[in-house]
């Protein structure tokens, strides 16, 4: 087993932190950067909205029956 960096707790939230700093880095670099439409905020609130939408029309449809 490898040694541990900073303790067994910490370890897995550093590596969480570089991992979103890191992604957070490739969304908003401007070589990199994608458009605002494909950025992750926006697809989780595209998919947000189509879950929030289909469960309305769930229920409306059980409110009919």
């Given amino acids: 087993m490898p040694p541990v960096l900073l303790s067994r707790g910490l370890d897995p939230l550093l590596g969480v932190f ?3 700093l890191a992604y957070y880095l490739y969304e908003t670099h401007p070589r990199t950067g994608l458009p605002q439409e494909q950025r992750l905020m926006e697809l ?3 998919k947000f909205d189509k879950w929030r939408q289909e469960k309305l029309a769930q229920e409306d ?3 009919d029956a």
Avoid: E, I, Y
């Fill in 44 to 46: 989780a609130r595209w």
């Fill in 18 to 20: 570089t991992g979103v």
């Fill in 61 to 63: 449809s059980t409110v």
